[in-house]
C-alpha cells in the first residue's frame, strides 16, 4: 500500500521518530493497518532495559498515533506534514504483553468519532496474532 | 427519565475524573469542571456508542451542562426510535 519513502512524505515526524515501516491496508477516513519492525538496534532497547529489550509503551502509542495521521490523510490532499499539526488529546491504551526485539508489530486504527478539527480512534496493536496493546486515541488538528 | 440522566452523569464524571455528585444538572462543564473540547468529544462519542445514535457536529457546542447534554441525547435517541 505505503512503503517507507511515501510514509516519510506524509508523516511531519522524521528520524528517529518515525514508528511505521509500511502500510498494509488504508481506506482513507476509515481504517489502516500499518506495520513496524522491531529490530534489537532500535536505540531506545540500550537504556529500555539493558539485557532485556522492552519497547515503551509510549513508543506503541506514538506508532498508533501515527497511523491515525496517515489514515486521516487523504491521497491526493495536500501533504499532512507540511499543512497540520497533530496534538493528543488523551490516551486510553491498555498493555496485556510485552513487544521485543523480533516482533513484528502491526498496528490497526479505525475512527470512533470524527468532527473538523479533532477525532477519536479506536486502536489495536499485536504481535504474532496476539494483541499487545489496545484503547482508545483522540487528537486535535490545527491546520496552517 | 432519570436513567438517562445518572448515565450522563457517570459518564461526564469519569471522562472529567470528578466525583458524579459535582456533576450536578447546571455545573458548567468548561468552567466548573474544567472540561476541554478533546473531552466534549469523549462525551459526544461516548453517547453515540451507548445509545446507538448519530449526533451531528454542530450540537458538541451545545454540551455545556449536563441538563443540555441530557437533552441533546433525548432528541436523538427520540428520532431514532420514530
Known sequence: MFNIEEIQKILPQKFP??????????????????????SINESFFAGHFPGQPVMPGVLIIEAMAQAAIIMFYAPGSIPAAKQASYYLGSVKIRF?????AGDQLRIEVEPIKVISGAGLVKAKASAGGREVASGELSFSVQYG | MPDLENEIRNMIAEIVEKDPAQVTLDAKFFEELGMDSMMALEIMAGMEKKYKITIPEEKLTKLTTLRETVAV?????EKNNV
Not at chain 1, 502500510?23 to 476509515?30: H, M, N, P
Not at chain 1, 496485556?96 to 521485543?100: A, R
Open chain 1, 17 to 38: 521518530f518515525l514508528m511505521l515501516d509500511r502500510v498494509l491496508e488504508l481506506e482513507a477516513g476509515k481504517k489502516i493497518v500499518a506495520l513496524k519492525n522491531i
Open chain 1, 96 to 100: 496485556q504483553h510485552p513487544v521485543t
Open chain 2, 73 to 77: 441525547a433525548k432528541e436523538y435517541l
